[in-house]
């Protein structure tokens, strides 16, 4: 006979999928879009709204496919434009974060003109900048950086600067010099907050990138997306139109998640922030 000690111990409960956070940030937005598409099908379908003003998801996706070597190709264009833009901004955001941090005095007479570059519409200088810069893809990837940059130096130096009092004083008992401090202390300080600078600073590359390609692209010099939407603008072809508007947004989307993965594949063995 066998003793109730030695029963076999229940199997744990399975939880369900949805329960599962990782599965919730990809099931939930994937049911929630495919609901807006059918809408949209719906709607259109049902008061036969015309191609040329609304374009049917189907309508989309079949012109997705036709002019996918061309788009793609536009895409490759406008990717090439963002990420040199994004690389220069990381760079001279940093390095900028690393000067302000270092003297108070450097950073209140820099950091005002930091803002300026914010603030400024990239519009009305684009043009300036492409007449300056006779060669399209430096020009085009100057303006993408002026709007990528401020992300990354606001945020870096707000993790630079939140440094916990205790460690810092710490720091100083120790004699440590203002090198050791930037690069055991505050760097790792500014981790979480240089990666959230990261999420809003590639978003910000590949609109300042579309951008200057539509000014760009009124004097026939761009050939990236934006330049692939005024033209399909000037022929009324709808639909290539939202296509390529749909290749925007989901590279968009991609960049975002592409920033999320590094952020937690640094942060998530140490930092509160990123553990589950």
Request: hydrophobic letters at 60%; glycine letters at 6%; a positive charge.
């Amino acid at each position: 006979m066998t003793s109730p000690s030695s029963a076999p111990a229940p199997a744990p409960a399975r939880r369900p999928l949805l329960a599962n956070p990782h599965a919730q940030r990809i099931v939930a937005p994937l049911v929630v879009g495919a609901l807006l598409l059918l809408l949209w099908q719906a709607l259109c379908t049902a008061f036969e709204v015309p191609v040329y003003l609304v374009p049917t998801p189907s309508a989309i996706f079949k012109t997705l496919v036709a002019d996918w070597p061309l788009l793609f190709g536009a895409l490759l264009v406008t990717l090439r434009i963002t990420f040199l833009a994004f690389a220069l901004a990381v760079v001279l955001g940093v390095a900028a974060a690393f000067l302000f941090v270092q003297n108070r005095i450097v950073e209140a007479s820099l950091f005002p003109y930091a803002i300026l570059l914010q603030v400024t519409p990239i519009v009305a200088i684009a043009p300036l900048i492409i007449i300056w810069v006779k060669t399209p893809l430096p020009a085009l990837t100057i303006c993408a950086t002026m709007m990528a940059l401020f992300p990354i130096i606001s945020n870096t130096v707000l993790g630079l600067r939140s440094v916990n009092p205790g460690l810092l004083n710490l720091f100083r008992l120790n004699r440590a010099t203002r090198w050791q401090t930037l690069v055991r202390l505050r760097i790792p300080s500014a981790l979480p907050s240089f990666f959230g600078g990261l999420r809003i600073s590639s978003g910000l590359a590949l609109i300042g990138a579309v951008v200057a390609e539509f000014v760009a692209g009124t004097g026939g010099s761009g050939t990236g997306l934006a330049y692939q939407i005024l033209q399909a603008g000037f022929e009324l072809n709808i639909p290539r139109l939202f296509a390529a508007l749909l290749m925007i947004t989901v590279t968009g989307v991609l960049l975002f998640g592409l920033m999320v993965t590094l952020s937690r594949l640094a942060l998530s063995r140490w930092h509160e922030s990123e553990m589950e």
